[in-house]
């Protein structure tokens, strides 16, 4: 018991406030009037120089918005929005037209390294040749797209990747660029009518990044966004597609991290996923929002909507998930299993520290024949936190085949954290096989006492215990973003990690 | 009187809940209980009022929508009469066993002539709601027994209770004969609310089983129950619930236990028949050290609906629990298993598990399981598990190659797949008697 209580008070009193991503930059930027209504939304639209079928599109979106009310369904609490509080559109002002990535604003630059996403050094990069008898390009080459509040201000690669042939751009230019592509995808995995704020979402997203892989290419490289919010009282909505057309593959990698801030702020994504015949998408996520300080003020109000369908046979859609910031996290990335023997899978680490709220799990729809699913959850609650998994896996009366497998497991380092489990398994044929296990409890002092005793610190028990705990999900992640990862946590969970 | 009852009734309600509404105050004469009593029913119904039959949005009711299943309540039935209590014994000596102890409620009302009070031993007291109701000076009690949640099947019952079995254990007590609650069905569609109330004193150990039943003739009935049970410190109570309806009757039983320190609560709840059955228990573990096994079984073919939901609450530290539910469905039926494991921050050294499985026989079949933990203290272990999925199909090619048929060789996995369940009953007799119940339903199959 000793130790658990020592842990206990390590956790508590390093917490929260190590927020290293919370400084703010000071530029100046270009924002739509407070508040929602039309206008807002036709400023947005305007902004970005729109076609009139997407303007249309928005405003349908909005108007859809306007007859629901927020859900209150999820095991989170906190005070009501004020919707026409916020800015729904903030964009580092232009100084000039920006020709190439050196003209960026240099204190968007610095941002970006001090988060240790290194845009120039990368854009230097892409006009180097390759070192003499290496190989044209390292392995391990990201395009990444930046972020900045609600637009894109970079985007690495593009003529590498082009000459795959995939198109890696912001949605905002592919809009413009490729709008046979948006029309045909876009609204088709989270329509306009879906939950609240995918609903507004539609109607306000500024911006995000567009995917598409032609058939049969593996994309060379790994593609990753970054999303910063930076300016005050602005909601961020971006909004992602990704389309793997006929046996392509791609793996995704999203990252998000916001300045330390008393009030809170919302973000709102969509990210929509289609795979066609044979394709794979790879799509992880370390999400490291501002969590809001020790007392539970401030942070980020993270209500994500993210979809991915299997529309074609034997495709493949991969969500892998580090959630380790935000005040609430309200957000159950899904698989439709549409095509016949498509699978899906789903990998999460939710850490919840101070007074952090998790609500997060993942939706699983077997409809096509020989369907498999496979969901691995690890959920880490300390301080005064809530972490709820919820999750659904449905086979209807022609997903003949389907199986899943769940595991879920909580952890609870502290006596006044909260770890909840609320699944829900619906099978209407007799040809599923659905698997679905549990668990809850603390670390045991059993092993703990095994550790110290065989020379380990207290620290390093707890920390071998918690990186075993989700060792299986950190494998999941792409090399680069498991380092990111494993960094965070024990960040997150700085005493009893390590 | 009718101005509380004016009151309870805004206008501008649905047109269902306006039928509801007239049910309440056609009923309201032959309600027992009057002053305080008809002010607990008024605000009660206010509460069902509020929001009418559960439907698909309200959480815990999402997969039992009454408001398809049931539309609306029937009005209540009449007050048995001779022909109707005849027919009513028909029924309870195929359902009655030895050496357990009848107590009868036909049509919501208790039949002296039918149970047999006379058998009872020293220290157990056997009483009904609608004295307890009536007696002006049992208002503490009466309150007790009325005690509500914000369940609104049980708000609804509180409203309209006509008449229940309350049965007192004195401290230490043991009993050796079961206490066997048989709610007989004769009138048809109608409504009947029962309301029975159990207290087990300290120490006390006592089987009690309910059985639901109905008259040859009676169909499309509405059976609305409630138990309240206290179990005292380091008592034993034995609770098993057999629910054998009318194959068009709707049945909501619920069950409201705290369970006392030390104390043990084994509770077996079978469903096989009726159109529409739904159990809701809400275990509380008040006491430290109490403990609670769970084993449920349904049974379901054609279309019946099904719904067992379970909250356990661990309310007192270094407590187990043990849920175990099995069903087996066969036809266009849709099994509903919700089981929920609460442990408050002061439940240190909880134990829980909950198992639930289901067998599916047909592709028109529906199984739906939502096994929940909500855990607020750190010093636990809780743990759940859930499957779905069809008969093994080499096994049934093994037995098939020693010679068995298709049927037997199904009858026999089903028998071991639900065995696991009914082991979980402690009492013997009652063991073989829901064995007996299976076979039955296994017979009926082929």
């Given at each position: 018991?000793?130790?658990?209580?020592?842990?206990?008070?390590?956790?508590?009193?390093?917490?929260?406030?190590?927020?290293?991503?919370?400084?703010?930059?000071?530029?100046?930027?270009?924002?739509?009037?407070?508040?929602?209504?039309?206008?807002?939304?036709?400023?947005?639209?305007?902004?970005?120089?729109?076609?009139?079928?997407?303007?249309?599109?928005?405003?349908?979106?909005?108007?859809?918005?306007?007859?629901?009310?927020?859900?209150?369904?999820?095991?989170?609490?906190?005070?009501?929005?004020?919707?026409?509080?916020?800015?729904?559109?903030?964009?580092?002002?232009?100084?000039?037209?920006?020709?190439?990535?050196?003209?960026?604003?240099?204190?968007?630059?610095?941002?970006?390294?001090?988060?240790?996403?290194?845009?120039?050094?990368?854009?230097?990069?892409?006009?180097?040749?390759?070192?003499?008898?290496?190989?044209?390009?390292?392995?391990?080459?990201?395009?990444?797209?930046?972020?900045?509040?609600?637009?894109?201000?970079?985007?690495?690669?593009?003529?590498?990747?082009?000459?795959?042939?995939?198109?890696?751009?912001?949605?905002?230019?592919?809009?413009?660029?490729?709008?046979?592509?948006?029309?045909?995808?876009?609204?088709?995995?989270?329509?306009?009518?879906?939950?609240?704020?995918?609903?507004?979402?539609?109607?306000?997203?500024?911006?995000?990044?567009?995917?598409?892989?032609?058939?049969?290419?593996?994309?060379?490289?790994?593609?990753?966004?970054?999303?910063?919010?930076?300016?005050?009282?602005?909601?961020?909505?971006?909004?992602?597609?990704?389309?793997?057309?006929?046996?392509?593959?791609?793996?995704?990698?999203?990252?998000?991290?916001?300045?330390?801030?008393?009030?809170?702020?919302?973000?709102?994504?969509?990210?929509?996923?289609?795979?066609?015949?044979?394709?794979?998408?790879?799509?992880?996520?370390?999400?490291?929002?501002?969590?809001?300080?020790?007392?539970?003020?401030?942070?980020?109000?993270?209500?994500?909507?993210?979809?991915?369908?299997?529309?074609?046979?034997?495709?493949?859609?991969?969500?892998?998930?580090?959630?380790?910031?935000?005040?609430?996290?309200?957000?159950?990335?899904?698989?439709?299993?549409?095509?016949?023997?498509?699978?899906?899978?789903?990998?999460?680490?939710?850490?919840?520290?101070?007074?952090?709220?998790?609500?997060?799990?993942?939706?699983?729809?077997?409809?096509?024949?020989?369907?498999?699913?496979?969901?691995?959850?690890?959920?880490?609650?300390?301080?005064?936190?809530?972490?709820?998994?919820?999750?659904?896996?449905?086979?209807?009366?022609?997903?003949?085949?389907?199986?899943?497998h769940t595991t879920c497991d909580?952890?609870?380092?502290?006596?006044?954290?909260?770890?909840?489990t609320?699944p829900?398994v619906?099978?209407?044929?007799?040809?599923?096989?659905f698997e679905h296990e549990a668990t809850?409890?603390?670390?045991?002092?059993?092993?703990?006492?095994?550790?110290?005793?065989?020379?380990?610190?207290?620290?390093?028990?707890?920390?071998?215990?918690?990186?075993?705990?989700?060792?299986?999900?950190?494998?999941?992640?792409?090399?680069?973003?498991?380092?990111?990862?494993?960094?965070?946590?024990?960040?997150?969970?700085?005493?009893?990690?390590? | 009187?009718?101005?509380?009852?004016?009151?309870?009734?805004?206008?501008?309600?649905?047109?269902?809940?306006?039928?509801?509404?007239?049910?309440?105050?056609?009923?309201?004469?032959?309600?027992?209980?009057?002053?305080?009593?008809?002010?607990?029913?008024?605000?009660?119904?206010?509460?069902?009022?509020?929001?009418?039959?559960?439907?698909?949005?309200?959480?815990?009711?999402?997969?039992?929508?009454?408001?398809?299943?049931?539309?609306?309540?029937?009005?209540?039935?009449?007050?048995?009469?001779?022909?109707?209590?005849?027919?009513?014994?028909?029924?309870?000596?195929?359902?009655?066993?030895?050496?357990?102890?009848?107590?009868?409620?036909?049509?919501?009302?208790?039949?002296?002539?039918?149970?047999?009070?006379?058998?009872?031993?020293?220290?157990?007291?056997?009483?009904?709601?609608?004295?307890?109701?009536?007696?002006?000076?049992?208002?503490?009690?009466?309150?007790?027994?009325?005690?509500?949640?914000?369940?609104?099947?049980?708000?609804?019952?509180?409203?309209?209770?006509?008449?229940?079995?309350?049965?007192?254990?004195?401290?230490?007590?043991?009993?050796?004969?079961?206490?066997?609650?048989?709610?007989?069905?004769?009138?048809?569609?109608?409504?009947?609310?029962?309301?029975?109330?159990?207290?087990?004193?300290?120490?006390?150990?006592?089987?009690?089983?309910?059985?639901?039943?109905?008259?040859?003739?009676?169909?499309?009935?509405?059976?609305?129950?409630?138990?309240?049970?206290?179990?005292?410190?380091?008592?034993?109570?034995?609770?098993?619930?057999?629910?054998?309806?009318?194959?068009?009757?709707?049945?909501?039983?619920?069950?409201?236990?705290?369970?006392?320190?030390?104390?043990?609560?084994?509770?077996?709840?079978?469903?096989?028949?009726?159109?529409?059955?739904?159990?809701?228990?809400?275990?509380?573990?008040?006491?430290?050290?109490?403990?609670?096994?769970?084993?449920?079984?349904?049974?379901?073919?054609?279309?019946?609906?099904?719904?067992?939901?379970?909250?356990?609450?661990?309310?007192?530290?270094?407590?187990?629990?043990r849920q175990n539910f099995?069903?087996?469905?066969?036809?266009?039926?849709?099994?509903?298993f919700?089981g929920?494991i609460?442990?408050?921050?002061?439940?240190?050294?909880?134990?829980g598990k909950l198992t639930m499985r289901a067998?599916?026989?047909?592709?028109?079949?529906?199984?739906?399981n939502?096994p929940?933990l909500?855990?607020?203290?750190?010093?636990?272990?809780c743990g759940h598990g859930a499957t779905s999925?069809?008969?093994?199909?080499?096994?049934?090619?093994?037995?098939?190659?020693?010679?068995?048929?298709?049927?037997?060789?199904?009858?026999?996995?089903?028998?071991?797949?639900?065995?696991e369940?009914?082991?979980?009953?402690?009492?013997?007799?009652?063991?073989?008697?829901?064995?007996?119940?299976?076979?039955?339903?296994?017979?009926?199959?082929?």
């Open positions: 018991m000793v130790a658990a209580r020592e842990t206990v008070e390590r956790v508590a009193r390093i917490g929260v406030d190590q927020y290293r991503y919370g400084f703010e930059t000071l530029i100046e930027s270009d924002k739509a009037p407070k508040g929602l209504s039309e206008d807002t939304v036709r400023f947005i639209s305007a902004k970005k120089s729109e076609p009139s079928w997407m303007l249309e599109w928005r405003l349908q979106a909005y108007r859809c918005w306007l007859t629901m009310t927020e859900p209150t369904w999820a095991r989170v609490h906190y005070p009501n929005i004020d919707y026409q509080g916020i800015y729904y559109y903030a964009a580092p002002k232009p100084k000039k037209q920006l020709a190439s990535i050196d003209e960026i604003d240099p204190e968007i630059l610095k941002t970006y390294e001090k988060l240790g996403i290194p845009l120039r050094e990368v854009a230097i990069l892409e006009g180097v040749e390759p070192p003499p008898g290496g190989p044209p390009s390292a392995n391990r080459k990201i395009a990444i797209d930046a972020v900045f509040d609600s637009v894109s201000v970079a985007t690495t690669f593009k003529a590498e990747l082009k000459k795959a042939g995939v198109i890696f751009m912001p949605i905002s230019e592919a809009i413009r660029e490729h709008p046979e592509l948006v029309q045909k995808y876009l609204g088709t995995v989270v329509p306009i009518s879906d939950n609240f704020f995918a609903r507004l979402n539609s109607a306000v997203f500024s911006d995000g990044s567009f995917v598409y892989v032609p058939p049969g290419v593996r994309c060379p490289m790994e593609l990753s966004t970054y999303f910063r919010i930076n300016e005050r009282n602005t909601g961020q909505f971006e909004r992602t597609l990704i389309i793997a057309d006929k046996g392509s593959h791609v793996s995704y990698l999203e990252g998000c991290t916001a300045p330390r801030r008393d009030e809170n702020q919302l973000h709102a994504a969509v990210v929509e996923l289609v795979a066609l015949d044979d394709a794979e998408i790879k799509y992880s996520t370390v999400q490291n929002w501002y969590p809001g300080n020790s007392e539970g003020k401030g942070g980020i109000y993270n209500f994500v909507t993210k979809r991915g369908d299997c529309r074609g046979k034997h495709s493949k859609i991969s969500w892998t998930q580090v959630e380790t910031g935000s005040a609430i996290t309200w957000k159950y990335p899904s698989c439709i299993l549409r095509g016949d023997n498509s699978s899906g899978e789903f990998y999460s680490i939710a850490i919840s520290n101070g007074f952090q709220q998790v609500d997060s799990g993942t939706k699983m729809f077997h409809l096509g024949k020989n369907t498999s699913s496979r969901i691995i959850s690890k959920g880490i609650a300390a301080g005064k936190s809530r972490n709820t998994y919820r999750g659904l896996v449905s086979a209807n009366r022609n997903a003949a085949g389907a199986r899943n909580s952890l609870l380092i502290g006596d006044k954290c909260g770890a909840h609320v829900y619906e099978a209407k044929n007799s040809s599923v096989t809850t409890s603390k670390i045991s002092e059993d092993v703990l006492f095994y550790c110290i005793q065989r020379g380990m610190s207290q620290e390093e028990a707890v920390s071998l215990v918690v990186n075993g705990f989700i060792k299986e999900v950190l494998q999941k992640l792409p090399m680069e973003f498991a380092v990111e990862a494993q960094k965070l946590i024990s960040i997150s969970l700085e005493g009893s990690a390590g | 009187m009718d101005l509380v009852l004016a009151k309870a009734m805004p206008e501008d309600k649905a047109n269902a809940e306006r039928a509801v509404g007239n049910v309440f105050a056609a009923a309201h004469g032959r309600l027992p209980g009057a002053g305080r009593i008809a002010d607990i029913r008024a605000r009660a119904f206010e509460a069902y009022e509020r929001v009418g039959l559960p439907h698909r949005r309200v959480e815990e009711w999402k997969y039992t929508d009454l408001r398809v299943l049931m539309r609306d309540v029937l009005p209540l039935a009449q007050q048995p009469d001779a022909p109707a209590l005849r027919r009513a014994q028909a029924a309870v000596e195929q359902s009655a066993f030895e050496p357990a102890i009848k107590l009868v409620l036909v049509d919501g009302m208790f039949a002296s002539d039918l149970s047999d009070v006379a058998r009872l031993g020293k220290g157990v007291d056997v009483g009904t709601l609608r004295e307890v109701l009536e007696t002006s000076t049992s208002d503490a009690m009466a309150g007790l027994v009325l005690s509500t949640t914000a369940d609104a099947m049980i708000s609804l019952n509180t409203a309209m209770a006509t008449d229940g079995v309350v049965m007192t254990i004195a401290e230490g007590r043991v009993l050796r004969r079961p206490l066997h609650v048989i709610h007989v069905a004769t009138a048809s569609s109608a409504s009947h609310f029962t309301r029975s109330y159990l207290h087990l004193g300290d120490g006390a150990h006592a089987t009690v089983v309910e059985s639901f039943v109905s008259a040859e003739t009676a169909c499309g009935y509405q059976a609305n129950n409630v138990t309240i049970a206290l179990v005292g410190d380091q008592a034993s109570l034995s609770h098993l619930r057999v629910k054998a309806d009318a194959a068009d009757a709707v049945n909501i039983s619920s069950e409201i236990i705290a369970v006392g320190a030390k104390a043990k609560l084994n509770l077996f709840n079978m469903i096989h028949s009726g159109a529409v059955s739904r159990y809701q228990g809400f275990v509380t573990l008040a006491g430290k050290g109490a403990e609670l096994a769970v084993n449920g079984v349904n049974l379901l073919r054609e279309t019946q609906h099904a719904d067992t939901t379970l909250v356990v609450d661990h309310a007192a530290p270094n407590c187990v629990s099995r069903a087996v469905v066969d036809g266009a039926g849709r099994s509903v919700q929920r609460i442990a408050r921050p002061e439940a240190q050294k909880t134990d067998l599916l026989l047909s592709d028109q079949a529906e199984a739906d939502k929940e909500e855990i607020f203290a750190d010093d636990v272990n999925g069809g008969l093994d199909e080499s096994l049934l090619f093994y037995f098939g190659s020693r010679g068995l048929s298709e049927n037997d060789a199904q009858a026999l996995l089903i028998q071991a797949f639900l065995g369940a009914i082991e979980g009953v402690a009492n013997e007799n009652l063991r073989d008697f829901a064995t007996a119940q299976t076979e039955r339903w296994l017979k009926a199959r082929r």
